[in-house]
């Protein structure tokens, strides 16, 4: 059973920063892509962020580029967004995806003053 477990959201003023983790469990996480994306409120779900398998092919949507950063620890099965110089248009439920068609549960992140 593929799980994928996201964390570290919460509440931060803008210019602040927040670290996500997602730990995958239920496949050979090693072997994945990985993805994050966004969605807010009354939006659709958008693509933030992708990692190759070795962490050295890393893509960002423009809106993100220059202060997120995706990383991944392949020993712990986990995968990180780290998000500096955050505005309030940063503010969604994130979503890891190691592209199985299975969806965690999101973290909310919400940058208001």
């Known amino acids: 059973q593929v799980q994928l477990v996201e964390s570290g959201g919460g509440l931060v003023q803008p210019g602040g920063s927040l670290k996500l983790s997602c730990v995958v469990s239920?496949?050979?996480?090693?072997?994945?892509?990985m993805k994050w994306y966004r969605q807010a409120p009354g939006k659709e779900r958008e693509w933030v962020a992708t990692?190759?398998?070795?962490?050295?092919?890393?893509q960002y949507a423009d809106s993100v580029k220059g202060r997120f950063t995706i990383s991944r620890d392949n020993a712990k099965n986990t995968v990180y967004l780290r998000m500096n110089s955050l505005k309030p248009e940063d503010t969604a439920v994130y979503y890891c995806?190691?592209?199985?068609?299975?969806w965690g549960q999101g973290t909310q992140v919400t940058v208001s003053s």
């Open positions: 990692i190759g398998t070795l962490g050295t092919y890393k």
């Open positions: 995806d190691a592209g199985v068609g299975y």
């Open positions: 239920g496949l050979t996480f090693s072997s994945r892509f």
